[in-house]
């Protein structure tokens, strides 16, 4: 090839080739189109779950601001022990109490379907007794009068014996009585699903003489606590 003023010219270049993707550019469209949808609808249900959170929120405060809802209060008020002797892996009892249960709510009636009453000592039930159904009124107090005589074949443990010797001379018995309740809330005219709250009260009852006194003093009322304990794994 012959020289042009004197500069060479090589072969000539080529065009550029076009590269073809095919379906890969349809199929990134669609990807984007899914990922918009998708974030679309994750920020109208994250949207809708606030929206529904704070009206559950504001509900709840109406709620409380109207009713003003307090706890249900429980005291033994008075406790008698007439017998509590052990023989021959027997137990002898003979224990009344005056069960006191206080609703202090102005708007809030408790229908107590069903109160289970239980007596342990040292952990071990000797006493068992039902009491209600009946319906507490707001603002009322409620007497309840369980009474546990009987006798009952408990094998204590040797130690379980001997604890029961000392509070013998003591002339005080640590008894536990336990409410097992299954009740509603009226409130206006809606009620509420039947819940079953437990109630522990610690009783220090001192054993009635043949006289029918006590030598250590008259039994001193007790407050009663929640058994939150039981409530949670029972």
Same mark, same amino acid.
């Given at each position: 090839?012959?020289?042009?003023?004197? /500069?060479?010219?090589?072969?000539?270049?080529?065009?550029?080739?076009?590269?073809?993707?095919?379906?890969?550019?349809?199929?990134?469209?669609?990807?984007?189109?899914?990922?918009?949808?998708?974030?679309?609808?994750?920020?109208?249900?994250?949207?809708?779950?606030?929206? &529904?959170?704070?009206?559950?929120?504001?509900?709840?405060?109406?709620?409380?601001?109207?009713?003003?809802?307090?706890?249900?209060?429980? #005291?033994?008020?008075? /406790?008698?022990?007439?017998?509590?002797?052990?023989?021959?892996?027997?137990?002898?009892?003979?224990?009344?109490?005056? &069960?006191?249960?206080?609703?202090?709510?102005?708007? &809030?009636? @408790?229908?107590?379907?069903?109160?289970?009453?239980?007596?342990?000592? %040292?952990? @071990?039930?000797?006493?068992? %007794?039902?009491?209600?159904?009946?319906?507490? #009124?707001?603002?009322?107090?409620? &007497?309840?009068?369980?009474?546990?005589?009987? %006798?009952?074949?408990?094998?204590?443990?040797?130690? %379980?014996?001997?604890?029961?010797?000392?509070?013998?001379?003591?002339?005080?018995?640590?008894?536990?009585?336990?409410?097992?309740?299954?009740?509603?809330?009226?409130? /206006?005219?809606?009620?509420?699903?039947?819940?079953?709250?437990?109630?522990?009260?610690?009783?220090?009852?001192?054993?009635?003489?043949?006289?029918? /006194?006590?030598?250590?003093?008259?039994?001193?009322?007790?407050?009663?606590?929640?058994?939150?304990?039981?409530?949670?794994? #029972?």
């Amino acid at each position: 090839m012959s020289n042009l003023n004197g /500069a060479y010219y090589g072969p000539s270049i080529p065009p550029p080739s076009r590269s073809y993707r095919g379906d890969s550019c349809c199929g990134g469209c669609f990807s984007c189109c899914c990922g918009c949808i998708f974030n679309c609808i994750l920020g109208l249900i994250c949207k809708i779950l606030t929206v &529904v959170i704070v009206l559950v929120g504001i509900v709840a405060l109406l709620f409380w601001l109207m009713v003003r809802p307090n706890v249900l209060k429980f #005291h033994v008020s008075d /406790a008698t022990l007439s017998k509590f002797s052990y023989d021959n892996n027997t137990l002898f009892y003979d224990l009344a109490a005056n &069960v006191t249960i206080r609703n202090p709510n102005r708007r &809030v009636g @408790v229908y107590y379907d069903d109160i289970e009453a239980l007596t342990l000592y %040292q952990t @071990v039930r000797f006493g068992y %007794q039902t009491l209600g159904p009946f319906f507490q #009124h707001p603002k009322n107090t409620t &007497v309840l009068n369980p009474v546990f005589k009987s %006798q009952q074949v408990i094998p204590f443990t040797s130690d %379980q014996v001997s604890d029961m010797e000392t509070e013998k001379k003591s002339g005080v018995f640590s008894i536990n009585l336990r409410l097992n309740l299954k009740v509603r809330f009226k409130i /206006a005219f809606f009620k509420t699903r039947t819940v079953q709250p437990k109630i522990l009260c610690a009783l220090e009852v001192p054993l009635e003489s043949r006289k029918g /006194a006590s030598s250590n003093g008259a039994f001193q009322e007790t407050r009663c606590d929640w058994d939150i304990k039981r409530m949670l794994f #029972h």
